[in-house]
């Protein structure tokens, strides 16, 4: 992976408000303020011309997972993640970004339709997880990631993922299988919620500042793990706190991965090399003793 690009390397850490825990629990709680911008807000920042794309052609429309058409600097590109709400109406509709299956089955219908027309796509993660819930369950929450991950892996386009809050287990890596994975100074990544793990580990929610600190989801983790592939600078104090810059500052990110895509595998892309690339790519991650 080319960590070499602009914006790649995590630059030295702000002055974040520090918890007892440390750092990865302030930058938790930072991945969650209530004013750190979502999906929607960068999409308005960052693109031009969006019309957003409704339903799974199967149940229903899921306002937990937007996306649609939008122009790139010229480029139409595919964009879609998932969104939060500001308020308890808004909460009460996207479920706090927590997508039921057919949201993810109208992110794998707006995949497919970048596919068909060669555009790339660029997903935003911001989820503490997929829609737990009965309805789900029934409707085949599983069943809809799996798919998802699937058809990530063999998707004959370019993909750019972004982690721009929470990313949370199965909600989030079911549209976070890319070429580029990027991730915000502050946002985090883990296959549980601290307070989950520390339910299960301790039987104490409460200690969430400690399950944070050991689980390693931080930006600056995952990319000394090799699983992400750059650190996205925020503003000192945060996204929130100048939500132009934040954006301003993944644009450019987004445009030099996309480029670095372009470079390395052609426009539009020799696909064989594309896919055998990614392919390596994820069969590379993780460490295993037989």
Known sequence: MDNSLPLAAAPGSPALPLSPSGTAWARVQLARHAERPYTLDYIRLIFEDFVELHGDRVFADDAALIGGLASLDGRTVMVLGQQKGRDTKENTLRRFGMARPEGYRKALRLMHHAEKFGLPLITFIDTPGADPTLPSE????????????????RLATPSVAVVIGEGGSGGAIAIGLADRVLMLENSIYSV??????????????ALAPQAAETMRITAQDLLGFGLIDAIVPEPPEGAHADRPAAAATLK?????????LDAAFGCPPDTARLLADRYTRYRGMGVYSE
């Open 252 to 260: 450019s990110a987004l445009l030099a991965h996309l480029a670095a």
């Open 138 to 153: 029934e409707r085949g929450q599983a069943l809809a990631i799996a798919t998802n991950l699937l058809e990530m892996a």
């Open 192 to 205: 549980a919620a601290p307070e989950a793990a520390a339910s299960i580990l301790w039987r104490d929610a």
